[in-house]
């Protein structure tokens, strides 16, 4: 069996508490959270093996993530793009149909109908059908069902 020499994982402070805050906070992604807890596992000492051992993971993944901290530090932690075609449209262009969808009707209708927000906003139907079932379906409502998106 061959016996690899790990490099020391050591943290700042900073970095400590950083990676607490990540791997605690509930609203942190749960990758992002689980990186940080392999890290601050890693920081505690011990082989890769065991780690992986303890928070239920493959070897390999345990050392994907000490060594991306290691060369990166922090950054290290997050996503790295991802191939495929940009994003078209921006940000700005999608809060704009949700702040119209929830805080104004369209003339003659109790609520916006995507072929209406879409004409209103430039956008595709798809498109302004994606935006909605993203960001404007209630932990309640059925998937699709935008209309039970309540003003305030």
């Known amino acids: 069996m061959r016996n690899l020499r790990l490099a020391p994982?050591?943290?700042s402070d900073a970095e400590?508490?950083?990676?607490?805050?990540?791997?605690?906070?509930?609203?942190?992604?749960?990758?992002?959270?689980?990186?940080?807890?392999?890290v601050l596992?890693?920081?505690?000492?011990?082989q890769n093996k065991a780690v992986a051992a303890r928070l239920g993971l493959d070897r390999?993944?345990?050392?994907?993530?000490?060594?991306?901290?290691?060369?990166?530090?922090?950054?290290?932690?997050?996503?790295?793009?991802?191939?495929?075609?940009?994003r078209t449209i921006d940000d700005a262009r999608i809060e704009a149909v949700i702040?119209?969808?929830l805080e104004?009707?369209?003339?003659?209708a109790t609520?916006?109908?995507?072929r209406g927000m879409a004409k209103a906003s430039g956008l595709s139907v798809s498109t302004v059908q994606r935006i909605w079932r993203a960001f404007l379906?209630?932990?309640?409502?059925?998937?699709?069902?935008?209309?039970?998106v309540h003003r305030s």
């Not at 605690?24 to 807890?37: E, G, I, K, P, V």
């Open 9 to 11: 994982l050591e943290l």
């Open 16 to 38: 400590r508490t950083e990676l607490h805050s990540l791997a605690s906070r509930r609203s942190t992604a749960q990758a992002l959270a689980l990186r940080a807890r392999i």
């Open 41 to 46: 596992a890693c920081a505690e000492g011990g």
């Open 60 to 86: 390999e993944t345990v050392g994907k993530w000490r060594r991306r901290f290691i060369e990166q530090r922090l950054d290290g932690l997050h996503d790295e793009p991802r191939s495929g075609a940009p």
């Open 99 to 101: 702040v119209r969808t």
């Open 104 to 108: 104004s009707l369209p003339p003659h």
């Open 111 to 114: 609520h916006w109908s995507s």
């Open 137 to 148: 379906r209630p932990a309640t409502a059925p998937a699709g069902d935008v209309q039970a």
